[in-house]
């Protein structure tokens, strides 16, 4: 099942490093909290070819050269695996050299696991909504069983990953990120751990409103790090301090989504200044 998938948009981050995100739209959880566009079967259907050839022009077009690190996110790249394992050899048939994938973790069974491994993806996002079964059915619409094996797998299999939580007060709150630290010491403690800060001005489910505050984050990593080796946290403001300059390449389609994006981010983000190339700009330069 390759045919095609909505591509809404591919982010580049110019500095401190050069690298690229392509977000594939369509997911198979649908978390109450998520605000990413990329949720939704939205933006430019594209051939794994055709998107191939938007990837290289961008690249053109942005850093004069083809990107030497490619990511795979969305919505959820793993829902047509066929897809994603093409788009992987058309990446190593352009001589990029590292190539990751962020994902949910729901598809990735020994069979996916062992064909990453042997295409030799460098590293691995895998976002761990909750510990608890029950939290995670609430939030995401589906069991984590799949998920916790997931990251056994991925040790088994030595591949080069992190997990990811998003901190939500009331939901995935400090004795939930506990829960998770101390499942991922019981498969390796080496297993690095990454808790994020919501940030509830982009989504429009009431129920969920609140902003952990930074002591909270703060507490947050020392409980992960109790458990693991490497654990930390991470407010809104210093993800996007780390990576500074980006620029998109957004579908024309999408234009006025994009719009109210950028306000919503403008007020959270005093910094946010994204700039962006169209994808029919990039097609017919």
């Given at each position: 099942m390759i045919e095609c998938r909505r591509v809404p ?224 946290a991470y407010t809104t403001e210093t993800v996007y ?45």
């Amino acid at each position: 099942m390759i045919e095609c998938r909505r591509v809404p948009f591919l982010t580049f981050v110019v500095s401190p490093r050069q690298k690229v995100k392509i977000n594939l739209a369509g997911c198979n959880f649908d978390c109450k909290a998520c605000f990413a566009i990329a949720k939704h079967e939205v933006g430019r259907e594209l051939s794994v070819k055709e998107l191939i050839d938007l990837l290289v022009k961008s690249c053109q077009r942005i850093y004069g050269e083809i990107a030497d690190d490619v990511q795979m996110t969305g919505g959820e790249p793993t829902v047509n695996t066929d897809y994603l394992l093409s788009l992987i050899r058309e990446l190593r048939g352009l001589g990029v050299s590292k190539i990751g994938i962020s994902t949910n973790g729901y598809q990735l069974d020994r069979s996916l696991v062992e064909e990453l491994k042997s295409w030799g993806v460098n590293y691995i996002k895998l976002d761990l909504k909750a510990y608890s079964d029950q939290i995670h059915k609430w939030y995401t619409g589906k069991s984590n069983a799949n998920v916790l094996r997931a990251v056994e797998l991925l040790c088994e299999y030595g591949l080069t990953f992190y997990v990811r939580t998003i901190f939500i007060p009331g939901v995935v709150d400090l004795d939930e990120v506990e829960k998770v630290a101390r499942f991922l010491c019981q498969v390796d403690r080496r297993i690095a751990y990454k808790i994020y800060q919501f940030a509830p001005e982009h989504t429009a489910n009431r129920i969920l409103r609140k902003s952990p505050t930074k002591e909270q984050m703060l507490r947050a990593g020392a409980i992960a790090r109790r458990y693991l080796e490497s654990a930390e946290a991470y407010t809104t403001e210093t993800v996007y301090e780390a990576e500074s300059k980006y620029i998109e390449v957004r579908a024309d389609e999408l234009l006025s989504d994009f719009e109210k994006i950028d306000e919503i981010s403008k007020s959270i983000i005093k910094t946010w200044d994204m700039q962006y190339f169209t994808m029919n700009q990039i097609l017919t330069s």
